[in-house]
């Protein structure tokens, strides 16, 4: 009896390690997809995740693997990459070089986590970085929102919730690990001892030996598109494009003609939106709020005095259009274009027309020598030398004065009228009204 007992038992289990095999057939016969987590985390590095996962289940890859290290970035994009691990039907490994920040929802996303030697995760107390500041601690509703994220996510994948949320939250105390008043970070030991972790590796190949993927790797790359997304996108670059594309066009409203300035603000502003349209962060609605901004800004300096309703309305649709783009980032990309234009202001009217290089921009140096210092009275008569947009030049007799439009654009040979002056400044009309 004894026997065959011990007999069914050793049918039994020899049934049970071929169901096994035959589960694990796949991943050992398929591909393992490497996906390289590195750097900021933002809206492109998400599409090129997205990119990775449509093409591993498109091609039949037996499991993706995410090779993480990275200091964080943008919840946001974080969020969108743990719904799209989430989401998946093939399995998913997490090998942790580091993993801070949006990295640990990463991490915890992938239905396997590896840490390797010297390896943490955690520290992902949202913040928030202005340019000239240390970063500061975001707001409750912010960390609360976040906390609930972490714990829907550690829950979908059996991981210790109360860990997770302590990974966002500071006040939450986790007695011999974390003080309050600082969120949790785990080393590689404690991450595998405390089950946020399911093993320790030495190697990556050890990492997906030990998760049962396949040793057969493709390692996937972010396309040239994805590469220039993510770097005109970043906070300093966008804020830099911004401001150069305004600075640029504004001292081009001050010159003759169309030039030089004139042709670069267009490109910076074009590099500005090319970025968000390469990362999917905006389209023509974004394009269409900041023209329509920009326009109302002219029609407030050219058609309106003072500064007025179309003023604010037109400062609040760039803000707005910026503010779709990019999200939770938007204050800091703003806060970049803001200091960025104020020191480029200084710069060109201040001391760029001192320069060589500026008299093909400014238009005192494109006029010196011609320009006259000789008073012009109020009703005086004269002609356009120059399109007066609204700066420019204008002859009275023998004179060659420097004269600005009082509202709208004047063509080069429009006969002028003065209808003020205050200092050195000489305000025109055409003389048709």
């Not at 400014?362 to 210092?373: F, K, M, P």
Request: proline fraction near 6%; aromatic fraction near 6%; hydrophobic fraction near 55%.
């Amino acid at each position: 009896m004894g026997h065959t007992f011990s007999l069914r038992a050793y049918r039994i289990r020899a049934v049970k390690r071929l169901w096994a095999l035959i589960l694990l057939l796949p991943i050992a016969l398929g591909k393992t997809y490497l996906v390289p987590i590195e750097g900021e985390i933002d809206p492109a590095l998400a599409v090129f995740v997205e990119q990775a996962l449509a093409r591993a289940e498109r091609e039949g890859a037996s499991g993706v693997a995410f090779l993480i290290d990275t200091p964080g970035g943008r919840v946001d994009a974080a969020i969108r990459i743990s719904d799209r691990i989430l989401q998946t039907p093939l399995p998913t490994l997490a090998i942790v070089q580091n993993a801070f920040s949006a990295g640990a929802l990463i991490a915890l996303s992938c239905r396997q986590i590896v840490m390797l030697p010297g390896s943490e995760i955690g520290a992902a107390l949202p913040v928030v970085a202005l340019p000239l500041q240390e970063p500061q601690a975001a707001d409750q509703k912010v960390i609360s929102a976040l906390k609930g994220k972490f714990r829907a996510v550690a829950e979908a994948r059996g991981r210790p919730v109360e860990l997770a949320e302590a990974m966002v939250d500071p006040n939450l105390e986790v007695p011999g690990l974390s003080a309050k008043g600082e969120p949790l970070t785990l080393s590689a030991d404690k991450a595998v001892e405390l089950k946020v972790a399911d093993l320790k590796a030495a190697s990556l190949y050890e990492a997906l030996q030990a998760a049962g993927f396949s040793p057969e790797v493709e390692r996937l790359a972010p396309g040239p598109r994805v590469q220039v997304a993510r770097f005109l996108t970043s906070s300093t670059v966008a804020g830099l494009l911004l401001a150069l594309g305004l600075l640029l066009l504004l001292v081009e409203l001050f010159t003759p003609g169309f030039g030089v300035a004139g042709a670069l603000g267009l490109a910076f502003l074009a590099l500005y939106f090319a970025g968000g349209w390469l990362a999917g962060l905006s389209g023509a609605f974004e394009l269409l709020l900041f023209l329509l901004g920009v326009a109302l800004l002219l029609a407030e300096a050219f058609l309106f005095p003072g500064f007025g309703i179309a003023g604010v309305l037109g400062v609040g649709s760039i803000l707005a259009s910026v503010y779709f783009t990019f999200g939770e980032n938007a204050l800091l990309v703003l806060s970049v274009a803001v200091i960025a234009l104020g020191l480029g202001l200084v710069l060109v009217f201040r001391y760029l027309p001192r320069t060589r290089p500026a008299q093909a921009l400014v238009l005192e140096s494109a006029i010196q020598g011609h320009a006259t210092e000789e008073a012009v009275e109020v009703g005086a008569v004269g002609t356009a030398l120059t399109d007066l947009r609204p700066g420019g030049v204008a002859r009275f007799g023998a004179k060659r004065v420097d004269v600005v439009a009082n509202r709208g654009f004047i063509p080069k040979g429009t006969p002028v009228r003065v209808v003020e002056v205050r200092g050195i400044t000489v305000v025109v009309e055409p003389l048709e009204e």
